[in-house]
């Protein structure tokens, strides 16, 4: 009779072991699952905050660039626009970049 009672009892004390690897093995895909989703969001906030700061950068870049232009036609009848324009070494960039040197020959 005792021989029939430790069969029965052997597989079951096998499945506990297993239950639990399988518990702890699912905590830590949970735990991980969590950690993926925290940082997409983070990218996500990141990405939304770059291109809020880009947007502004150009506001700020076309006000000054706007401040720059009116400040050299000021200077050419205006003398202390003038001096500040000299003072500063404002200078306006030409449109479509300079031309290439000639190749010698």
Known sequence: MNDDNLSQESPVSCV????TVLGAFLLVNLVQLVSIIKERQAVSQTTVNAAQAINRYKTVSDKLENLA????RLSLTNNEAKEIVTQFNIQMNQPGGSTPPAAKK
Not at 16 to 19: D, E, F, I, Y
Not at 69 to 72: I, P, Q
Request: proline share 12%.
């Open 16 to 19: 506990w072991p297993l239950v």
């Open 69 to 72: 232009k009116d400040l050299m």
